[in-house]
């Protein structure tokens, strides 16, 4: 019996103890924490379905590698046309920025949609839209317009920037430009008609380099040669004429034809060096536009406008202009090697409006002779400052003409353009009235970001590392020591 009854007691002795811990104040205290771990999980969940349903995720990634630009949007904000982005790769093998960067355009805009599609699975699925001669590669992209089913196919080669490792003999990937191609795919396949440059040749003109002709594909700019001696007319279909650094003269008939060109609303891209000042003809039509071309070669005088040990490698100041925008806004550089010096002529007709583009410092000078043994400023050298980059319009009874001028024959070849394509994207801009502005957009790169300086700044740090630190750090172990051994 009193076993009986002591079970009893413990019995009730241990469910007073359960019903005292859940009335006590480790209890409360535990409910209130589980109760608040709950909520703060149900908001976070919440929260990331907003967010992803919204597409409210922040890019914080250095080159913002997964944030489409304003030209972007404004190209989509403007379709009409649906269009399909179809991302070609084998399951498993997706590139992470590609699939993400592709991703975004849904965002932007009902009348795109993406759809991926499996190679493996649908072996025959890009030959609808693709010359039989095109090998598709993983990770590649086909845009489709579904109206017209224009289309065009973006080689995964082609969105990722690689350049040779002499170190490993491989290449590596040191930038993208899936937006940038994206982009210019949307443009091409709703374009109703897409400019056309030709490019002067038959007067030993500079050729144009793998590097430009890319970026006018991206611009969807079809590039073509001329001939002009062997030529009556220029192409109706000429958006733009580009003549590159002739080094010999243009005949008078060549001139009249180019006149005529530009009196009917033409547009000309010009670059010219110093060999481009004995030319009569071929300086008689950038006189045409209040153009002119100093004799010799620029030096700067002034260090922090320079590449470091080549004072012929000018970085220029870059002044306000749509076509400098850009370059502004990203706070980068041109780059205009071995050039002359250009100026606007006082006696240039009224109906025409020269604006400078590119500027030396006073300190500039251009060295006459190029037979001198000295790169220092001699007697007989021109005093600068200098323009070395202009542009031309000409507005006469409702006829509107351009022309823009740089004086650097390597101004765009394909070891500039890393500098220099903003500033090539606004001059093409410009002179086809902005119709190719939705595709400005930079390659991103891969890599770790380095630091451009002129000479000044060169000499600037030299100074700050080699001299001035061990100086500081000298100074203050002596201090150190002296209120040591004063103790």
């Not at 598709?136 to 920037?161: G, L, P, Q, R």
């Amino acid at each position: 019996m009193n076993e009986f009854m002591n079970d009893n007691d413990n019995k009730k002795s241990f469910i007073g103890k359960i019903k005292e811990s859940f009335s006590g104040r480790k209890f409360r205290s535990g409910a209130y924490v589980t109760l608040m771990s709950v909520i703060v999980i149900v908001i976070v969940l919440v929260a990331n379905m907003i967010v992803s349903k919204l597409d409210l995720k922040v890019d914080m990634s250095s080159q913002k590698y997964y944030s489409l630009s304003d030209s972007t949007k404004q190209l989509t904000n403007n379709l009409k046309d649906d269009i399909t982005i179809y991302y070609l790769v084998q399951s498993g093998n997706e590139n992470a920025m590609i699939q993400k960067i592709a991703q975004k355009y849904e965002t932007l805009s009902s009348h795109i949609k993406i759809v991926e599609k499996d190679p493996v699975l649908y072996p025959n699925f890009a030959a609808q839209y693709l010359d039989k001669s095109t090998k598709v590669n993983d990770n590649s992209i086909i845009v489709v317009n579904d109206k017209t089913n224009k289309a065009k196919y973006i080689d995964y080669s082609d969105m990722m920037v690689q350049e040779p490792n002499y170190q490993t003999y491989q290449y590596d990937v040191t930038g993208i430009d899936a937006e940038g191609k994206i982009s210019s795919a949307i443009q091409y396949v709703t374009a109703t008609k897409l400019p056309i440059m030709y490019v002067v040749g038959g007067h030993g003109e500079t050729a144009v380099g793998t590097g430009f002709k890319a970026q006018m594909d991206k611009q969807n700019i079809e590039v073509k040669d001329i001939q002009t001696l062997t030529t009556s007319s220029i192409p109706k279909d000429c958006d733009i004429l580009y003549i590159n650094t002739p080094t010999s003269d243009y005949s008078e008939n060549e001139v009249t034809m180019i006149k005529d060109y530009m009196a009917a609303g033409g547009k000309v891209l010009v670059t010219a060096d110093y060999n481009s000042y004995g030319l009569k003809n071929f300086t008689s039509l950038i006189n045409n536009y209040g153009i002119d071309l100093e004799n010799g070669v620029i030096f700067e005088g002034d260090s922090n406008m320079y590449v470091p040990n080549y004072p012929h490698y000018l970085v220029p100041q870059i002044l306000s202009h749509d076509i400098t925008q850009s370059t502004i806004n990203n706070k980068g550089a041109f780059i205009s090697p071995v050039s002359s010096g250009l100026k606007i002529l006082d006696s240039k007709r009224s109906s025409l409006t020269v604006e400078p583009l590119l500027q030396t410092s006073d300190k500039a000078y251009s060295k006459v002779n190029m037979k001198s043994n000295t790169t220092a400023k001699e007697s007989g050298d021109i005093d600068g400052p200098f323009y070395v980059g202009l542009a031309s319009t000409d507005t006469y009874k409702n006829i509107n003409s351009k022309m823009v001028v740089f004086s650097s024959e390597l101004a765009f070849d394909d070891n500039s353009l890393q500098y220099n394509a903003d500033i090539l994207v606004g001059a093409v801009n410009f002179l086809t009235g902005g119709d190719t502005s939705s595709l400005a957009i930079a390659t991103k790169s891969v890599q770790e970001d380095s630091i451009q300086v002129t000479q000044q700044q060169a000499i600037f740090w030299a100074i700050m590392v080699i001299g001035i630190l061990p100086l500081l750090i000298l100074v203050t172990g002596f201090v150190v020591t002296y209120r040591r051994r004063r103790r």
